[in-house]
């Protein structure tokens, strides 16, 4: 991996010099995780002028089961508790000479930048903007590989929880096994907060689990997701407890299923993120259900779970080769539930079978 996050910092060095900066301090941590590995909490990385430098307040360890820095870097802890790596990193780069060090303002705050111009005075502090998040947009096979694991770990946890008793349990109880089952299979950790949502609670985004039981007749929403590698996936599904779903659900589901099939069917390289959105909105829309809806219908997914791009209505720019991204159409009726069907992606040409879906548990409507 050494080699890898070489020719990461390579491409980077070149757009920092095509904009009109020698170096970079890089802070935001999934980007420090991209360019470097995996580094303590805070950690920032300096592209120098002589030298990279990985510049921590403690010293690395294997964090979050994600390994550790970069071996071709210099690491550099700094002595006693308290210290800002931001603020060392700039007068470190003060110090190899650096004038004009691009800094990524939109991750630093207010006082983190005064106090870097503080200490280093003569240091033109300019901003590198999204050019790391433009980098890490299209991910390697190797990117793609902990993104597949992730996914079959998640498709694993959830086929077990279906096959135990559901009926009595709580969204609560339910959320933690979900978690607890993704970490016994390797997982390095829950991507987010795993939701769990039951009879009025179903289909709703976000929802956060609570002691509400599952009783018969209930919609199960389900969304979850896996760490791997410091890779994260994520899966959403809708069930039905009981023997035979009401024709309302049956209906709902049948809505949301084809509105996401479409979505799928629309990624490919060239294609606009709006005219993903659209692809999936449409359905709903067209059923007459345009109010109430998410305001995106997918986003990117990597490092972090909600990465660019983003496939909402106003949403500038096209889809390449190799970007993983989620399509996740729901609808939730208040006060009856709702469906909510989610799978992550990756955008290969139609000459390589066109999308690879990663999260391959079946979004056939199951009565449990």
């Not at 020719?7 to 995780?33: F, H, M, T």
């Not at 550790?68 to 550099?76: C, I, K, M, N, S």
Request: aromatic share 4%; proline share 6%; charged share 25%.
């Amino acid at each position: 991996m050494s080699e890898v996050y070489a020719a990461r910092r390579e491409r980077l060095r070149e757009r920092c010099a095509a904009g009109g900066s020698a170096s970079a301090l890089v802070s935001r941590p999934a980007n420090v995780r991209y360019l470097a590995g995996a580094a303590p909490l805070g950690a920032v990385l300096l592209l120098g002028r002589g030298e990279d430098l990985l510049v921590c307040g403690r010293p690395p360890g294997d964090e979050q089961g994600a390994g550790r820095p970069d071996e071709a870097l210099r690491v550099q802890v700094l002595d006693g508790p308290g210290g800002d790596p931001a603020v060392a990193g700039a007068d470190f780069a003060a110090a190899q000479g650096v004038e004009t060090l691009a800094v990524e303002e939109h991750h630093l705050t207010v006082a983190r930048h005064r106090a870097m111009g503080s200490v280093a005075p003569r240091l033109r502090l300019a901003d590198l903007g999204g050019a790391v998040e433009q980098l890490r947009l299209i991910k390697d096979e190797e990117e793609i590989s902990c993104l597949r694991i992730a996914s079959e770990i998640a498709d694993q946890a959830l086929s077990e929880l279906l096959e135990s008793i559901l009926v009595g349990r709580t969204e609560r109880h339910l959320a933690l096994e979900l978690e607890r089952r993704l970490v016994d299979h390797g997982a390095d950790g829950p991507a987010f907060a795993t939701s769990v949502g039951t009879g009025p609670n179903s289909g709703r985004g976000g929802h956060r689990p609570s002691d509400r039981r599952v009783e018969e007749g209930d919609f199960l929403s389900v969304c979850l997701g896996a760490i791997y590698g410091g890779y994260r996936c994520e899966i959403g599904r809708t069930f039905v407890i009981g023997t035979s779903p009401a024709d309302w659900q049956i209906e709902l589901y049948d809505l949301v299923f084809a509105a996401q099939r479409a979505g799928r069917e629309a990624l490919g390289p060239g294609a606009a993120y709006r005219d993903i959105d659209r692809a999936a909105r449409h359905v709903l829309d067209s059923a007459g259900y345009a109010d109430g809806l998410a305001p995106l219908m997918g986003h990117g997914l990597g490092l972090e779970i909600d990465e660019d791009p983003q496939l909402a209505p106003a949403a500038m720019g096209k889809l390449d080769v190799c970007v993983p991204v989620t399509v996740e159409p729901g609808v939730h009726l208040p006060g009856r539930g709702g469906v909510r069907i989610d799978d992550t992606l990756v955008v290969r040409p139609e000459a390589d079978g066109g999308p690879e879906l990663l999260t391959i548990t079946t979004k056939e409507l199951l009565a449990l």
